[in-house]
Antibody, heavy 120, light 110 residues
Framework: QVQIVQSGAEVKKPGASVKISCKAS????????IHWVRQAPGQRLEWMGW????????KYSQKFQGRVTIARDTSASTAYMELNSLTSEDTAVYYC?????????????WGQGTLLTVSS | QSALTQPASVSGSPGQSITISCTGT?????????VSWYQQHPDKAPRLIIY???NRPSGVSNRFSGSKSGNTASLTISGLQAEDEADYYC??????????FGTGAKVTVL
C-alpha cells in the first residue's frame, strides 16, 4: 500500500534553514512527481513547488523562488524540501503529496505533515 | 499567482445540497480541465475528493460532484451529512506549470 512518511517537527530560529524529508513506499517512486504544500495556522493551503522524481526537474512558486530547494534521492525513495532565511511567517505545517497525473495536481496521497515553528 | 476565490463559509441542513464555487482566471481554472477538490478535517491532511473537474477517486462518495463553467469551478455536496463538516479547497493547474489553491471554504452542517 502507498505510504508517505515525513520527518518530525522542527523548531528553528529566524534566519536559519530547515530541510524536511518525505519518504515514499508502496509504489515506484520515480514514476510520480512530488509536490510540497504548506499551511500556516488557521490559514489556507499554499503550493510551494514540485519535483519530477524520475529526472529531478523542479518548479517553484514565485513566492518561494530563491529561498526553497526541492530535491530527491531515488535510491532512498525520498524527496526533500529545504527552506532558507526563515522568518516567523514560515511557521506552518508542511506537507508533501504525490501527484497521480504528472504535474497536473492530482494529489492522491499525502504525508502526515511536518510542523515547523520559527521562533527566537 | 493569486489564490482562487472561494466563499469563506457555506452551510446547510442534513440532507440538503450545497455548492461551493471556485473562481480563477483563464490562466488557471478557465484554461485547463485540471481542477481538483480537497476535503480537510481539523488537524488532518487534505483528502482528494474530485480531480480533473468532475472525476471521483475510488472510495469517494457519489454525493460529491464537480463541474466547471468558464473561469469558475464548483463542488456540490448532496445529501449533506454531519461528517461532511470540514474545510474544502479547490486547486488548479496553471499556464506556468504551477499549482494554485483556493482560499478555502468552511462547510457547516446545521
Amino acid at each position: 500500500q502507498v505510504q508517505i512518511v515525513q520527518s518530525g517537527a522542527e523548531v528553528k530560529k529566524p534566519g536559519a534553514s530547515v530541510k524536511i524529508s518525505c519518504k515514499a513506499s508502496g509504489y515506484t517512486f520515480s514514476l510520480y512527481a512530488i509536490h510540497w504544500v504548506r499551511q500556516a495556522p488557521g490559514q489556507r493551503l499554499e503550493w510551494m513547488g514540485w519535483i519530477t522524481s524520475g529526472n529531478g526537474n523542479t518548479k517553484y512558486s514565485q513566492k518561494f523562488q530563491g529561498r526553497v530547494t526541492i530535491a530527491r534521492d531515488t535510491s532512498a525513495s525520498t524527496a526533500y524540501m529545504e527552506l532558507n532565511s526563515l522568518t516567523s511567517e514560515d511557521t506552518a505545517v508542511y506537507y508533501c503529496a504525490r501527484d497521480q497525473k504528472g504535474i497536473r495536481g492530482y494529489f492522491d496521497y499525502w504525508g502526515q505533515g511536518t510542523l515547523l515553528t520559527v521562533s527566537s | 499567482q493569486s489564490a482562487l476565490t472561494q466563499p469563506a463559509s457555506v452551510s446547510g441542513s442534513p440532507g440538503q445540497s450545497i455548492t461551493i464555487s471556485c473562481t480563477g482566471t483563464s490562466s488557471d481554472v478557465g484554461g485547463f480541465n485540471f481542477v481538483s477538490w480537497y476535503q480537510q478535517h481539523p488537524d488532518k491532511a487534505p483528502r482528494l475528493i474530485i480531480y480533473d473537474v468532475s472525476n471521483r477517486p475510488s472510495g469517494v462518495s457519489n454525493r460529491f460532484s464537480g463541474s466547471k463553467s468558464g473561469n469558475t469551478a464548483s463542488l456540490t455536496i448532496s445529501g449533506l451529512q454531519a461528517e461532511d463538516e470540514a474545510d474544502y479547497y479547490c486547486s488548479s493547474y496553471t499556464s506556468t506549470s504551477t499549482q494554485v489553491f483556493g482560499t478555502g471554504a468552511k462547510v457547516t452542517v446545521l
